[in-house]
Nanobody, 129 residues
Framework: QVQLIESGGGLVQPGGSLRLSCTIS????????MAWFRQAPGKEREFVAA????????GYADSVKGRFTIDIDNAEKMAHLQMNSLKPEDTAVYYC??????????????????????WGQGTQVTVAS
């Protein structure tokens, strides 16, 4: 059974950076459309970033565009989310998500959470001074 394990969360001051990692057990990351979502206290889970299985096409929520970058590392079977210029409103639990439906083209990615059928447990990111 495929598992996703997130790491890299923590406490950071406003303006700082964090790099989240998502490790995929047992399968090449190139099989999967990958995404990051987040959920702040009292709010619904929201899309953050996604990448196609070939890593070429990426998409971002407007709130993080220009600050966050998603990428995949096929050799390490990992996906990353580089987060720069962090703001207090970025505080949330961040979830890695994946899906490997064979019908997807190599350039496809989705911003919709229901697309993804494999989820990690989440990692807390807190931005505070």
């Amino acid at each position: 059974q495929v598992q996703l394990i997130e790491s890299g969360g923590g406490l950071v001051q406003p303006g700082g950076s964090l790099r989240l990692s998502c490790t995929i057990s047992g399968r090449p990351v190139s099989r999967y459309v990958m995404a990051w979502f987040r959920q702040a206290p009292g709010k619904e889970r929201e899309f953050v970033a996604a990448t196609s299985r070939n890593g070429i096409n990426t998409g971002y929520a407007d709130s993080v565009k220009g600050r966050f970058t998603i990428d995949i590392d096929n050799a390490e079977k990992m996906a990353h989310l580089q987060m720069n210029s962090l703001k207090p409103e970025d505080t949330a639990v961040y979830y890695c998500a994946a899906d490997d439906a064979p019908s997807y083209s190599n350039n496809y990615y989705s911003t919709v959470s229901s697309t993804y059928h494999i989820w990690g447990q989440g990692t807390q990111v807190t931005v505070a001074s």
